[in-house]
């Protein structure tokens, strides 16, 4: 899309020069497809441009994972194969050893369902300030309990757990000009058990729910709920609960008003799916490693009741 209202392109990562009638440009994917009045009631004046950056798209140390704001879609669905291959960094295989919550990488990020030239340009950062309940990237960094740092135009630096970052359907917790630094995966979760469910309406439709559960070698259990609702939500128990508990606690944390509701999915379907993908979660981080989950209870198809006209 032609951005006609845009004066100036800036080449900066310090948001001191940020000001009324700029956004961040990272990617672009999602900037350029909306135009330039579509974040804001001004059209955009500027863009400041990270593109040249120079930030390390992923480093790996002890203490986890760190993926800069602009670490693109095709760069981190290729860190699963570097970390395997002996002629990647050498000491990244070291570190990443035992680390379960890799396997959560390449199915996030194949719900993007896109073309390699949007992997390409596509941007870990700019999916989470993007702030879609689909947005896989959500899904992947508050699944994992990361922790986004955040850049302020007055040169102060906070950091806020990516659960709390997202707070509604395109809305989040940066205040204008901020900008996101970075997200670092612990290895405290990256170490854990994991478990990924996602549906939709089409084989290559948005997500309409995407769960990821962990279970961590003291018995704890977190499960997160992405894509379903308008912000992720999170649910942790000190020990793996039985289904009725489960079920009980997602009624409890997520009200009929917090499930999304668009084309691609109706609140009372994606409630139901995310029951069901939750008690399979519940399942089979309940069961020896490798063994086939039994899933109690009958459960239906992913279909919808056609919505009115």
């Not at 804001?40 to 390390?56: F, H, K, M, T």
């Not at 979760?189 to 948005?206: H, K, Y």
């Amino acid at each position: 899309m032609d951005m006609n209202t845009i004066e100036a392109v800036v080449r900066t990562t310090d948001p001191a020069d940020w000001r009324d009638g700029d956004a961040w440009l990272a990617g672009g994917t999602v900037l350029f497809s909306y135009g330039s009045t579509a974040f804001g009631p001004e059209p955009l004046r500027r863009l400041l441009d990270l593109g040249s950056a120079g930030w390390q798209p992923v480093t790996v140390t002890a203490d986890g994972i760190e993926l800069a704001a602009t670490c693109t879609v095709a760069e981190l669905y290729a860190l699963p194969g570097k970390l395997a291959d002996e002629s990647g960094p050498a000491d990244w295989a070291v570190k990443a050893q035992g680390w379960s919550g890799l396997d959560l990488v390449r199915p996030c990020c194949d719900s993007f369902v896109a073309s390699f030239k949007v992997w390409n340009m596509s941007t870990v950062g700019g999916n989470l300030c993007t702030s879609l309940p689909a947005g896989p990237m959500i899904s992947l960094c508050a699944g994992l309990d990361g922790t986004a740092t955040i850049l302020s135009p007055g040169g102060a630096r906070r950091e806020l757990p990516v659960a709390d970052l997202i707070t509604g359907d395109g809305q989040n917790a940066l205040a204008p000009g901020e900008l996101l630094r970075s997200v670092s995966l612990p290895a405290s979760a990256l170490s854990d058990r994991v478990a990924f469910r996602r549906l939709s309406l089409s084989n290559l439709g948005r997500s309409g729910a995407l769960l990821i559960g962990r279970l961590d070698g003291g018995g704890r259990f977190a499960l997160t709920v992405t894509a379903a609702t308008k912000r992720p939500v999170q649910l942790r128990f000190e020990s793996l609960p039985d289904a009725p508990e489960l079920a009980g606690e997602l009624e409890a944390a997520i009200p009929a008003a917090l499930y999304h509701d668009d084309i691609h999915g109706l609140p009372e379907w994606r409630r139901d799916m995310t029951h069901r993908l939750a008690e399979e979660i519940r399942a089979e981080l309940g069961s020896p490693a490798g063994a086939p989950a039994a899933v109690s209870g009958d459960f239906w198809p992913p279909q919808q009741t056609t919505r009115g006209a």
